[in-house]
């Protein structure tokens, strides 16, 4: 039989080609691109919290977002309602007495960070967590959970169960985050069984049913924070290196390095020229007061030209703060000390302004009724309210206030022989409360015009010339 002899060169190109054909990109013509570039094809919950966690870029993102939707707690309380009721502050005290608020907030930072995130409840109902949540004396606490620390074990699969059918049955729980590093100190870290009426699931971007649908906020920007990395470290790296003085010894064709070897009573050394030069360069390095003594050459330090990469550095940026509807003044800021614009400002509350509405509330409100039902929260009707991210500042208010004050007074020096705007109108501007009786008691009035004053103003007497009026004739 005849043996067929190959390159083996030749053998791992072709295997390298047809690896980067399976390889995942948006340019046709090279489909490969992503695993030339160093993107992951596919990308898990530890990609998206090491970047968070480890990323400027991503940490920023997703803190920077959050702080603006809960900049202020929102009011759970009864529709219609300015003053607050018995029935809110029953609500405010029970999650005050948890810290509700905050763990709302961590619920919502995990949900950023992966697909979904998990609220476990805990109440007082004498019963396991594996079992169905009925009634409750007292919410004792709520958990947040990250996504690898819940898993689905058991579905409803009966499809004539047309309301429970395709979701879960049992959920398991973890205590401790299996993507952590931190030190957990022999904390517990079992799997817990617990009934999905002791779950709640927040997964943004999932439009149906399926938490597995939900999408993390880094995941469209992450070949961005990539490529932030390789430049970032790269030219810090190159920096490093420029700095730290690389010694090129270059010697004459005459001379004779082996000399430097020789111990000081010019018996030979162990060492060689190499381990000699080594060894100077080193404590060069460490010590302001180290040299180097050679003979028939010269020292010099290695450089390299370092290339300015803030273009590129714009580019992956940008692209970043585009994915996750963020300015990039409000992202990265300007190294000129600009602040950011009116208009990116106005772009990022409306940002957080719709995820109150379309992920917060609904999360709020399917909380709230789930705690009516089982009888920690009184029944009855309620709202979400949350602050308008937009409403002006103290010191936005007083500004809007002194501009109407100016307007008054270049409306009188003008002639004008009433206010613009009165002085309720410039209180409310300024955000203050109307004054008892209107303001009435601070305007002076007009005091009683002399007609013989000298400059006097006197009015035409319209009853002079005129004909006295018929005297009536006696009645009969």
Known sequence: MA?????????????????AELGFGLDAKRPGAWTEYGYKEHLGFDDFRRAYERGGAGHGAVQKLLARCWAEWPRIKKPEADEESPWEKSVLAILDGIKGWQKFQGFDRRNLIGRYAALIYRVADSKA??????????????????????????????????????????????????SSTTDAEAKPVEWVDVHPSRVQILAEGADSDDFYEGVPLLKAGFNALVDIEKLS?????????????TIKFEYDSNAAPQTITTNPDGTPGTKSVREVHEEQTRKLNRSQDSAIVIQGGKADTLQTQVANLSPQFEIAANLFSASVGIPFTILFGQQ????????????????????????????????????????????????????????????????????????????????????????????????YEERDGGGDEFREETPPQDPNAPGARVEPDDTKGAKPAPTPAPKK
């Not at 043996?3 to 690896?19: G, P």
């Not at 919410?139 to 499809?159: A, C, G, N, R």
């Not at 990116?344 to 999360?363: F, S, V, W």
């Open 3 to 19: 043996e067929i002899t190959t390159n083996t060169y030749d053998v791992a190109r072709a295997r390298a080609d047809f690896i």
């Open 233 to 245: 470290g790269g030219g810090a790296e190159s920096a490093l290196k420029n700095s730290a003085r």
């Open 129 to 178: 967590l594996r079992e169905p949540l009925l009634k409750a004396s007292k919410l004792v606490d709520i958990v947040p959970l990250f996504e690898d620390q819940i898993k689905v074990t058991d579905w409803h699969s009966d499809p004539t169960d047309y309301e429970n059918y395709g979701k879960p049955r049992m959920f398991q729980y973890r205590t401790r985050s299996q």
């Open 336 to 431: 000129t000390g600009r602040l950011a614009s009116d208009e990116d400002q106005k772009e990022m509350n409306a940002r957080a302004a719709a995820r109150q509405r379309n992920e917060l509330t609904p999360m709020l409100t399917e909380f709230v009724q789930r705690m009516q039902a089982c009888g920690v929260f009184e029944a009855g009707d309620f709202e979400i309210e949350w602050k308008d991210l937009g409403a002006p500042t103290d010191e936005q208010k007083i500004d809007k206030a002194l501009k109407m004050a100016t307007i008054n007074k270049t409306a009188f020096d003008g002639g004008a022989t009433a206010p613009v705007f009165d002085t309720e109108e410039i209180r409310k501007a300024a955000d």
